[in-house]
C-alpha cells in the first residue's frame, strides 16, 4: 500500500495558539475541551488542567480558559459576577462569526446558523443573538446566514443555495481557512487518484477524534470523492482498521491532531523498523579505490554516519545501533587504530551539540576497559548528558558478539543467577533496547562478522555492494523497502 500524507494537514493556527497560551497558566480550569483531540486533553490533564461543562462548576476567583471555538455573552457575564480570571483563546475566525451574527442581528435580520446545534461553536454564537430573533423567518423575508467554521465548504454552499430559494440571504457563511485548506487537498487527492491512468483502489485515512467536527468532515470530503474512507483517534484504534483492498492511501489529520500522532501512524503504515543497526564496511576499500590513505575513508564514513543518523530520525527509527570498532579491529596496524580512537573522540565533541538539539541520546556498548580513559570519560559525559533523550544512537566500540555473550554470561555467573534467555538479557551491554528488525550491511560482504550475535537472532538482513561513505539516503530508502516487503514470522507461519 503506497502511504501519501497530504498537506497541509494537522493543527491549524487558532488550536496551536490556544495551546500555547494555556500551557503558560497554572492551576487552571478550561471550559469544554481546549481542544477537539483526546490526545491532547489527556495530555493537559496530566499536566494538572481540569476540565469542566458548565462556567458554573470553576471555583471563583480561579483562572478559567475559553476554548478556540468560543463563548457566548452569558457565559462570560457569569464568569466576571463570579470573579473568574479569563483567558480567551478564541479564534479569531469564529469571533468574526460572532461579529457578523451580531451585525444582522443589530440590522434587524433574523439570523440563520449552519452547524451542529450541539457543537460549542454554535451554542457560543447562537448565544449571540436573541431568542426571539432566531424565530422570525418569513418567506420572502430577509436573513443573515452564518455558518459554523468547522463545516464542509460544500455542503455550506449547498445550503445558502436552498435558504435563497425561499430567503433574500445575507451571507457571511464560510468555513475557515484552515478547515477549508484541509478539505481541498482531499478533494485533490481523489482526483489525482480517479484521474491517474494506473486506477487502483484508493483510500483516505483521517487522524482525529470523533469529538473534532473538522476531521469528520474530512472523512466525509474522502467519501464524496470516491475514497474509501476511515478515521482513527489513537494508535490502538488504528490497528484495528483493515485496510485490505487499498492499493493508495492518503493520510491527512484534522485541525487539532497533534503532528507526532501523525509520525507514528505513518511509521506504523510504512512499516519503519524500530530499530535498524548496520555494519559499516568498506571505508578503507572507498580509499584505495581513490587512491586515498584508510584514514581518508574514516573520515569520509564518519561524515555518511552523521548524515545516516539524520536521515534515521526523519524516517521515524527511533534506534540505530552502529558497528564502529570490533574486538578484532585491536590488530589493526597501530596508527590506523590511534587514528579511529582520535576519529571517535573528535566526531563524538562535534556531534554534541546535534545530539542535544535532535534530542538522541548516545550510548556505547562494547569493553569499555579498552579504551583510553581520555576517550571513555568523552564518551560518558556524553552518555549522561543524553540520557533522558528517547532516540537512541548506540555506537559499538570494542564490540564483539561472542565477547558480549562471554561478558554476560561472567556476570550472570557471578550473580548466581539461573540463566534463562530472558534473565540472561538483562546482562547484555543495552538490555532494554529491543532487538533490531534490520541489519544493513555495506561493501558486498555477506557476514555477520560477530556482530549483535545474541539480539539479531530474528532480525531482518539487506546486504547492497555500495561501500559506506557512499551509502546514501535513497540506499537507506531502499533497505526500507525491501524491510517493508518482508513477513516477519520469527518462527510462527
Ligand atoms: S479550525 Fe479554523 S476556526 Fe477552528 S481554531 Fe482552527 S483556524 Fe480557528
Redesign the pocket.
Known sequence: MKIEVLEPHGM????NAAIAKALKLKDVWCLHELVHNEIVIDELKDLGFKFVERIEDVPEGKTVVFS??GVSPAVREIAKARNLKVVDTT?P??AKVHEAAKAFAEKGLPVVILGDPKHVEVQGIAGELGVENRCRCREGGKVGVVSQ??MNADEVAKQVAELRKTYDVETMAEV????KERQDAVKKFCSACLSSSVSSPFGLLVLGSQTSS?SKRLKEVAEQGGAKAFMAGSMEELKEIDFSGVERLGVTSG?STPERFLMEAVKFLRNVPEHVAMIMDGNGRWATQRGKRRSEGHKAGAKTLGDVLNWCGERGIRYLTVYAFSTENWKRPKDEVEGLMALFARMLKAKEKDFMKNRVRFRMIGRRGDLSSSLLKTIEALEGKTAHFERQFIVAISYGGRAEIVDAMNAAIRKGEPITEETFRNYLYAPDVPDPDLVIRTSGELRTSNFLLWETAYSEYYFTDVLWPDFSEAELDKALAAYAQRHRRKGGV
Open positions: 491549524c493556527a487558532g488550536v478556540a471555538h479564534c475566525f469564529v467554521t468547522t475557515c481557512h484552515a478547515t473538522n485541525a
